[in-house]
């Protein structure tokens, strides 16, 4: 078990008041035959279900804005992700998960909704406020900086 969950954004995200806003508005999906993500056997159903937003929101998040937010208890993915692959300095924001029931954020482990998750070694888990708003600041024990440069030394 893990005592931390890592978010990695962009400077600017972070600058912006962004980084733990999320895309959308809402956690229920609502997905029809013809969508992107309604493919044979990958736990869409018809209609409208949380499900078929940790499907969409995992597969596209930028196509199936939630309002969940992205965070992996890898921090090396964090690092990936702050510096969009080393080409760029970021944010990592580390998570305590025993906040996450206190500040009432719920949570989906994209691997217990997702047969083949788009990118397996994250274990991506969505963080949702109840309120379906940014996350709040109290759950973060850490914001920490990190330059492409950390990235590229350390082979992350």
Do not use: W
């Not at 962009?10 to 229920?28: A, C, Y």
């Not at 206190?102 to 963080?127: A, C, F, H, R, S």
């Amino acid at each position: 078990m893990y005592n931390f969950l890592y978010r990695g954004v962009s400077k600017e995200m972070h600058d912006n008041n962004l980084g733990l806003l999320p895309k959308g508005n809402s956690f229920s999906s609502y997905v029809e035959m013809g969508s992107s993500i309604a493919c044979m056997g990958n736990g869409i159903s018809h209609g409208c279900s949380e499900e078929n937003s940790v499907i969409g929101h995992q597969e596209d998040s930028s196509e199936y804005k939630t309002s969940g937010i992205s965070t992996s208890p890898h921090y090396n993915r964090a690092v990936f992700y702050a510096t969009k692959g080393g080409t760029q300095d970021g944010i990592i924001y580390k998570i305590e998960i025993s906040k996450l029931l206190e500040y009432q954020v719920k949570t989906y482990n994209v691997l217990d909704v997702v047969n083949g998750p788009k990118v397996p070694v994250d274990d991506e888990i969505i963080l949702i406020q109840k309120e379906e708003g940014a996350l709040p600041i109290e759950i973060v024990k850490e914001i920490i900086k990190i330059y492409a440069d950390d990235f590229n030394k350390n082979n992350y």
